[in-house]
């Protein structure tokens, strides 16, 4: 079985595992109209091709076909204290796409708050915020991907749909400072 973690917002992305854990496809950023970095909207057609495509390697890689798709629960954003309305309905819109693209096909999401993903997986990684945790965290599965923050939250929301998010256990990735590749246990 494959799983997919999302991460929603303008900025968000999928990265997707293959039933042994290892990352096969990281998608970057999520579809919107515009680029990225620029923003004007939601390519909603661009949600069902990603969700299809999802499916289709799935079929093609494994003999159950079976996807997991686990995204992070939007919540309500507070910017300053104050609720920010936009942010809100920003990521309540891309949820509400993901989960129709991956409805249209069959597909259930599953929801998981930030809190709840980031309680299990980031507890004890180093780092001083949450993002760098993740990034982090997300090294352990590709150390030579430059990580931005959804592509990390993806693959740790990812990591946590698979239930194989244990605590983390002091294995550092190659390239943060100590010698040789690949995962290294720390000293």
């Known amino acids: ?24 496809r990281v998608v970057r950023n999520t579809p919107v109209r515009g680029s990225p970095s620029r923003p004007r909207g939601f390519d909603a057609p661009g949600f069902a091709r990603e969700a299809r495509a999802e499916l289709d390697l ?12 686990v995204a992070e629960a939007p919540a309500h954003v507070r910017i300053g204290g104050r609720l920010h ?7 309540f819109l891309c ?33 001083r915020t949450t993002k760098d945790r993740a990034r982090f965290r997300a090294r352990l599965l590709d150390p030579a991907l430059d990580w931005n923050e959804g ?4 693959a740790c ?11 983390f ?5 190659g390239g943060l400072g ?3 590749g690949g995962a290294q246990p720390c000293p």
């Open 1 to 24: 079985m494959r799983t997919v973690g999302i991460d929603l917002g303008h900025r968000g992305a999928t990265a997707t595992l293959d039933a042994t854990g290892r990352l096969v």
């Open 58 to 69: 799935a079929q093609k890689a494994d003999e159950d076909m079976a996807l997991r798709v």
């Open 85 to 91: 309305a936009r942010a809100t309905g920003v990521l």
């Open 95 to 127: 949820a509400g796409l993901w989960q129709g693209a991956y409805a249209a096909l069959g597909v259930e999401v599953e929801w998981v708050a930030a809190t709840t993903w980031q309680h299990e997986l980031l507890a004890n990684v180093p780092g």
């Open 151 to 154: 592509m990390a939250d993806a």
């Open 157 to 167: 929301v990812a990591v946590w749909g698979r239930g194989v998010g244990p605590p």
């Open 169 to 173: 256990t002091g294995v550092r990735p």
């Open 178 to 180: 100590l010698s040789g």
